[in-house]
């Protein structure tokens, strides 16, 4: 069993607005120099998907291998999925990649996925909170004609077929397919386990595969989506504060300050 | 490739109220892209409401296939359709089986995908649209280089259309495409969440709760002063991840986009990825711990206090102003 999980770099989502920039001339939006970068939510979610069918695996003869496309990668950052259990990671470096074009995000994960001798299992995030795009999965699995599973909370292997269940808005869905399969991972699967200290401690001296854009042959044609400018949004209310002796009698005032207004009726209407 | 075709999603026979603000957002570029016809696939449809909404002509695809939100059936169906069509632009819902099969679609037809559209412009033979990015801290202008434009409006961008008074749409059945091939995964089971009494997109007021409330029972409260202001209760991300709350419960990017009047925020601190869901309140109010939590930025009104006081507090005037 060989399964790739596709993880992405990104500045970090916590990252309060007013601390972002704007590379206008790039059409890029720019995280906080203070705030490192960090390993893609929903992809981490991903790779303790992959983690949990390693465990339970019979022989233990499963593979994770963790992929990534980005540029000037944080090492310490990306290690991070050596340092939970990922067998090898591998790095293709390249600013191209820095791009919201997931048409050719897809191509090239395709190309190292091939290039990497193929997987059973590609598991990824439902989307990046970058570019909140939540395509390059999809038409990776129109790219390598495998079937595509989305928006996962349970994934789980046998007898060659993977089956998940999958988050609907008024519930959710049990789909399955044979292997080898894409399949995305919504948060409800939960956060990806911590690393054990001394885990941390080795991977400091293991060093990423890498591989060149060049070695993928895949070429950079014009996006048919592309992104011709980028702002922040800020939102600004001036907030009226209702205090109080204690939090009993804010809560209070706030509610008849809410059905004074008008806001609220208290007999449900 | 001529015209706007839109994708009626249906659930149990009845097309989804997002449908609504599809034809909304294929009307702005009808004068330039010419009629808008409905697709609308499922199973024993209920066509009377998309008959009323100006569209020239409904093509019903039936087919039990269609039943469940089975991304691989409607996909195959869409796209035997469009290469009969050919339209400009299609319009699909901003749900989850819409927002998968759009990616897809647009892949398979040479086109390109414009989610979570908030405007629509037409101009130089390019659709050019404007979508929150980055948990709705930024937003992008992109420019659609090639047709046909697949489009995702953004729940809450485009006021929805009225029903018309008329039936003025001719109704096109047609056998549904979905070739064996093409069924690469299969449903097994599923499971609706039963109880929301009032829907969150359509509730006045909203109630919600957030990794402030650090558990599932603090929700019953939330329920109870839902209850007597008529409202509904919505929930962030962490405590759906959590399992406090059912996932049908949350607000934001990857739940559900809320436009009330009125939303009480308790216990959540406001990150960008909840508040794009909610940001369109008219009026927010934020009860939490941290005075520098971001959601005071964007509340009208604040209380900086524990939940654990206030809320009670809050439940008990109402019932005696009640």
Redesign the interface.
């Known amino acids: 069993m060989r399964i790739i999980v596709c993880i992405k770099q990104v500045f970090d ?2 990252t ?2 007013n601390a ?1 920039t ?1 590379d206008s001339d790039r ?1 890029k ?1 720019l995280g906080s120099a203070y705030t490192p970068p960090v390993i893609n939510g929903y992809d981490e979610q991903a790779l303790e998907a992959a983690l949990r069918i390693k465990e339970n695996w019979p022989g233990g003869e499963c593979e994770i291998v963790a992929l990534s496309l980005g540029e000037r990668f944080k090492l310490d950052v990306m290690k991070k999925a050596l340092a939970v259990g990922a067998d090898e990671l591998v790095l293709v470096d390249d600013a191209a990649f820095d791009t ?1 074009d ?2 050719f995000i897809a191509r090239a994960l395709a190309a190292a996925i091939h290039r990497l001798g193929g997987a059973d299992l590609v598991l990824c995030g ?2 990046a ?7 390059a999965p ?2 990776l ?2 790219m390598l004609g ?6 996962a909370r349970r994934v789980e292997v046998r007898n060659g077929r993977v ?1 998940v269940e999958r ?12 292997l080898p399969a894409v399949v995305t991972v ?3 699967l ?2 990806l386990r911590f690393p054990p200290a001394r885990a941390r401690l080795q991977v400091a001296r293991r060093r990423p595969k890498e591989m060149t854009l060049k070695e993928l042959n895949v070429e950079i044609g ?12 800020k ?9 109080g002796a ?7 005032r ?6 004074d207004a008008g ?7 | 490739m001529a015209g706007i075709l839109i994708f009626a999603e249906t659930d149990a026979g009845a097309i989804l109220p997002n449908f609504w603000e599809q034809v909304a957002a294929a009307r702005t570029l009808a004068p330039q892209l010419g009629s808008v016809s409905v697709a609308a696939l499922g199973w024993q449809i209920k066509t009377d409401e998309a008959l009323r909404s100006g569209a020239e002509a409904v093509y019903v695809l039936e087919d039990e296939r269609l039943t469940e939100p089975w991304p691989d059936a409607h996909l195959s169906a869409l796209e035997s359709l469009c290469h009969e069509l050919h339209p400009a632009m299609i319009v699909m819902p901003r749900t989850t089986l819409g927002m998968e099969v759009a990616a897809r679609l647009a892949f398979r037809l040479g086109g390109a995908l414009a989610q979570d559209a908030m405007t629509l412009q037409l101009a130089d033979d390019a659709l050019t649209i404007t979508r929150p990015v980055a948990g709705g801290a930024a937003s992008a202008t992109v420019r659609l280089n090639r047709a046909p434009w697949i489009v995702v409006p953004r729940s809450g961008a485009f006021t929805p259309a009225e029903p018309g008074a008329e039936a003025s749409a001719k109704v096109v059945s047609v056998q549904p495409s979905i070739s064996d091939a093409a069924l690469k995964t299969r449903c097994v089971s599923r499971a609706r969440q039963e109880g929301e009494t009032i829907s969150l997109e359509r509730a006045r007021v909203i109630i919600s709760g957030g990794r402030g409330l650090d558990g599932p029972e603090p929700f019953q409260l939330l329920h109870r002063i839902a209850d007597a202001i008529g409202g509904a209760v919505g929930a962030s991300r962490p405590p759906c991840d959590s399992g406090w709350v059912p996932t049908s419960y949350q607000i934001g990017l990857t739940g559900k986009m809320v436009s009330p009047e009125v939303y009480i925020a308790v216990g959540i601190s406001g990150a960008t990825q909840h508040t794009t869901g909610c940001s369109s309140a008219r009026t927010i109010v934020a009860i939490n711990t941290d005075k520098d939590a971001p959601i005071f930025r964007m509340a009208t009104y604040g209380v900086v206090g524990d939940w654990k006081e206030v809320l009670p507090a809050f439940h008990a005037a109402l019932a005696d102003r009640g």
């Open positions: 989502p916590l309060p607005v972002l704007i059409k939006i919201a997931s048409v439902r989307q909170s970058d570019w909140d795009n939540a395509q999809l038409l699995g129109e495998w079937p595509c599973l989305t928006l089956e988050v609907l808005s008024d519930g959710s869905q049990v789909m399955e397919s044979n919504t948060s409800e939960g956060e014009s996006p048919a989506a592309e992104v011709i400018d980028v702002s922040l949004l939102v600004e209310r001036e907030c009226q504060y209702i205090g204690n939090g009993a009698e804010a809560g209070r706030l509610a008849e300050t809410l059905i806001l609220i009726s208290p007999n449900g209407g």
